[in-house]
């Protein structure tokens, strides 16, 4: 039986088994005591011992998120926004709470809260990212949890499919705003990426080694479905690479030299300058794959071309213009 007692102004609880070290916590009230030493004698009868909690108890998900952030972010393609993810959720008082006392309804406030503020596949992200960070510490770094808070909640309904299309009046706008701006290698890489359709890590973890000129080729040997693939890049896409060639100091040099972040605020100042608020930088994918339809590809070729493995998500990116369809059906 356990013993229940008030001590300097809390109650503690104790449990004492034969087999076992002595429990004890401390509670504000008598009740939820009670509560605890109830349910710690339900597991010790059932599997004849009770887990250690004080790393739970002890250990906030700020602490977790940190050792996530330094021992697992590195392995990932995507370490870079998943740092920066990271550094998000740990500036929440979420990241305050205990592991123990971390529960379905603090990450649902959470959830609740993010959703006025950033979009849901933001959202959804930042939940992955807490959800595998639990996991990782329930199943390897020694936290007794009950279960994973984050699989008890709904998550966020993502609806991104666009339909947005680059004329080539905004595309000539771009272009030109390139013109005046401090990024050298800016107009380059929008070149590439409406004449070939890379994502955007794509374009930026190229290096000269995976660019052939001559036989223009982009060799991927690393790609977000895992999978390599060889990107054939147009004479456009030629003439706008060769000039950063030239003054290039290696094969190990990057093709576009910059971060991903840098790159993003480079982007916004770039779309404020031609006056096109609303296109994002991924937009120039959605028109490349729509211009490789329109040149007449089939659907096989473009998914070769720009890795889609479901044709379904290659159907989200694909919207020709009405004038051309009615232009080719005479």
Known sequence: MATIRKLRGRWQAQVRRKGMKPRAKSFDNKAEAERWARDLETVVDRFGCAPD?????KQTLA?????????????????????????VLLRHELAHRTMSALSA??????RDERLRVVAPATVVRELAIVSHSVEIARREWGFHLPSNPVKAIRRPSISNARSRRLSPEEEQRLLNACDTGRTACLKPLLIVAV????????????????????????????????????VPLSRRAVEAMKPLEQSTNGASQRVFPSSAGAREQAWMRLR?????????????????????????????????????KELRMLARYTHLRAGDLVARLG
């Not at 930088?281 to 339809?293: I, K, N, Q, T, Y």
């Open 195 to 230: 004449e070939t359709g890379m994502r955007r890590g794509e374009l930026l973890g190229r290096t000269w080694a995976d660019i052939d000129l001559d036989q223009r080729v982009a060799r991927l040997a690393q790609t977000k479905n895992g999978s390599a693939r060889e």
């Open 105 to 110: 309804s603090d990450i649902a406030a959470y």
């Open 63 to 87: 602490d977790v998120l940190r050792r996530y952030q330094s021992e697992v972010t590195p392995t990932k393609r995507g370490a870079e926004q998943e740092h920066q993810r990271i550094d």
């Open 53 to 57: 909690t004080r790393v739970a108890d």
């Open 272 to 308: 404020q300058r031609a006056g096109l608020s609303g296109l994002r930088l991924h937009d120039l994918r959605h028109e490349a794959v729509s211009r490789l339809f329109e040149r007449g590809f089939g659907v096989m070729e473009v998914a070769a071309i720009s890795g889609h």
